[in-house]
């Protein structure tokens, strides 16, 4: 192989040299050069070795499934030479061998192979005790690329895009589409995979002078030019998702393209045939072959054989005669020439032309292709081994057919047929929005492509409702069959590859077949073909014909397999990059920090679990944040809880139906706590209702909870279509919980409003100033003590933050965090929904039946608490007390009762008490274990188990007098 | 990513909804047995074919209708509430 005089055309340029290494031995290449053709330009032949048996392999097809040649380029494993630029300086190795291409130690598994027959793995490893040795064999043996750990992270952005037409593939019929879709007003995006556009028409060509060459690149310079034309190369659609989405993947990003209409112009993968030693480097398809002329100025070969089947073939034979290259002779497997014209000229040139006649054996020397043995083949299809004819040759070049690079049809929902003139898959049914043209579509000929393209371009313009003039009939049949329906050839030795990403021979799928393996589906897992890299590009429709033929089946009834998306490699970087995980802060995250809160995640939020003192442990600032709220005062934020408003004439009646409560007689000024079950009457959320006005309420519903019930609520309003509106403020109020026997004296000082016992009682709502601020205030008590939760705007949370702990510093006033309001909670028994309770709980079980009104006209899920109230509960909630012993401090959350061997509950809250002075808890028990003073059985995660005795919570100040403290006298 | 059209926003990508579920007429309770109580809170038909659903588009809360064809994934049509006849 060397580099030829400059063509036109030509993709590399020859100014700008670039040196590289593989496996240390120097190279170079030029500015544009793909890994491969630089190293064919090289003239080095062997470009891997083979994943099963590690026999030498070079070019198979040049079209970004050359899958034998994956080289390992610094961390980055698995990188495909065929398709790879070239880049200055590049360390290359190849994957998959032991000790280098040409001295791979493994080679001898070549000779192993009758020994490796299909299956082999599933029969021969699968005992149990030698497995683990079988499974460090193997890992070591087989896999690919080198994976670096330490690789640095890299960030990937996402790009979002729009288009009302997306064009994939940028050869002659794509770019046809294009352009007429443009002329019609769409905004084109068409994206290719290659380096540059063309496709076919940059290769497919005979000699330098072909005008197809000109024409379609007269239509790459109409699309770059054309204002409504985006061209994007260097860029591979690689799936297709619902409402024509589409990924397209450059080697630094995704796109997620949103496209109103698709044209799929992918065109066809060029396949091998099947004989034996159709792997040696050398062999080649037809299409690597002019690929490496025509882009890379790279003679394939000096001395060429050509198996052909097609015009392509034919059309490929004149082209390497055009560039210098011998052609030693064509061997067509039909009887009549594909190409009558070409098969006189190359008479005419004195090549032999053998009609009727195959490959039966590709020999190699030195690892590298040295002769073709050619064969007449008999009337049923076979080669006459008898007969065979010795050609000297160091390429030989393949042109048997094509299969449609269909698999983003598929993907979009198209029901394809097995048409039996083209012996090819084509669309047969198309989803709306999806249209499809040229050799995917089963059109060949260049005119007809370009038809074909106008056509598909019209279609999707005129789907989007734009006017377009012009013809959109079908393009005529091909005149000629571009695939051969059965190149397959047997061979006695073997060695004739199906799938060269696996090694899969055609006797692999005889024995799969007999062994009962006759469905494609169970082919493909028991084979393994097409689950390598390539993914089937260049084995799935050969296997397809082979298990049609072996089953007697048509190839229609057999069918194909489906390519999910990807249907190409993408690196997992361009598909992690960068989380999108919503966090929320309060409007006092920044005082909380300045505090030195340490923080965890409460749903969405931010919150502070308990803020940290220098020389204090975390339970030891946790118990005197508990101390200070209990002896003295504390400030917690709770801008957290959802806050909604609802009013108008409706309000109260509306609140009825949702909550399990009556609101309906409050009066204005007052609190009370809601409980919302759902129609199963399962708790979901609690809050407290305040009563502002008449028509007008204020409540506040749990952190977790606020968004889903904020959103349930409006869905009912929506059906219920009540005289009330419905205000979510969750985000727009703030609020802080000022809480301790000194909270009422912290908050005298901040308002001249009268908030004495008498005035201001506990289950109080009242609207005044704090500090100059306009805030709600509800009197209530959820750590047990004389509290008031005061909600003001958040753009003045900061201001009253600062305000109550200044007004507090002299009576002792200290932050708290959740840990703290936690067990003050506890302490009191009361429960938190989502911890106590769970996706079963309802509120007899939970101990809130005195929150339940079941004599309301109607609330969501009264009726299945009616029920559910007939019905003995299932299970209690109950206050524990933890009986000292060795294992106490293990107790934890979610820990089971265990009675009688079986488990009779579970633990739902547990935690030390400093103010007690034991550990307590919560529980949801077995009815039969709820009795107080009983003794249950707790198993921690050790297995050790604790005993603990049944309570009646409250544990602490039970008649709640302290959250009703007067002032003091 | 399929797109589902809002009545009052248009074309949107499906992460912006909500999806609630079914509409089910829901069984007068004071008529109702428990047992055909407990069928219309629980039982749910998973048969293909054309639902009638509540979606929310969250970013700006408005409920709908969507009548969704779950054989062919294919919305079949949207509407708001009380409208769609």
Redesign the interface.
Known sequence: MKRLAPLRGEWIDRSRRLVFELEGRRHAGFAGDTITSALCAADVRVLGRSFKYHRPRGVLSLANHDVNALLQWDDRPNVRADVTSLVEGMRLFAVNTDGGLDRDRRRFLDRLSPLLPVGFYYKAFHDRRWFPRWEAMFRALTGLGRVDVNTPRKRTPKRYDFCDVLVIGAGPSGLSAALVAADAGARVVIVDENARAGGSGTYALVGDDDPVAAHTAERVARCADHPRVSLRTGTVAAGCYADHWVPLVESDRITKMRARALVVATGAFEQPAVFRGNDVPGVMLASAAQRLLHRYGVAPMTRAVVLAANRDGYRAALDLLAHGIDVAAVADLNQSPADDEACRELASRGIPVRLGHGVYEARAGHDVLRDAMLAPLTPGGALNAARTERIACDGLVVSVGWAPAANLLYQAGARMRYDEVLAQFVPHALPSGVFACGRVNGVYAFDAKLADGERAGLEAARALGLRAAGNTLRVSVEPQRPSHPYPIFAHPKGKNFVDFDEDLQLQDFANAVQEGFDNIELLKRYTTVGMGPSQGKHSNMNAVRILARLTGQPIEAVGTTTARPFFHPVPLAHLAGRGFTVERETPLDSRHEALGAVFMLAAPWRRPEYYAVPGNRRLEAIREEVLAVRTAVGLIDVGTLGKIEVSGEDAAAFLERVYTGRFANMSPGTTRYGLMVDEAGTIIDDGVVARLGDQRFYFTTTTSGSANVYRELTRLNTMWRMQCGIVNVTGHRAAVNLAGPKAREVLARLTRANVTEAVFPYLAARELEVAGIPARVLRIGFVGELGYEIHVAHDRAVTLWDALMEAGSELGIRPFGIEAQRLLRLEKGHLIVGQDTDALTNPFEAGCAWAVKMDKPFFVGQRSLAILAKKPPRQALVGIELVPGEAIERVAECHLVIDACEIAGRVTSVAFSPTLGRHIGLAMLAPRLAQPGRQIAIRVTDGALVTAKVVRPPFYDADGRRQKLAEAA | ???LHCPVNGPRPVSEF?Y?GEIRAMPD?AR?S?AE??DY??NRNGAPGVKRE?W?H?PS?V?FVAERDTAR?AVVRTYL??EGL
Request: hydrophobic residues 65%.
């Open positions: 990513m399929k797109l909500f609630w309770p109702a428990d109580w407990a809170v629980f509540w929310c969250a809360g409920w994934d509430w009380g």
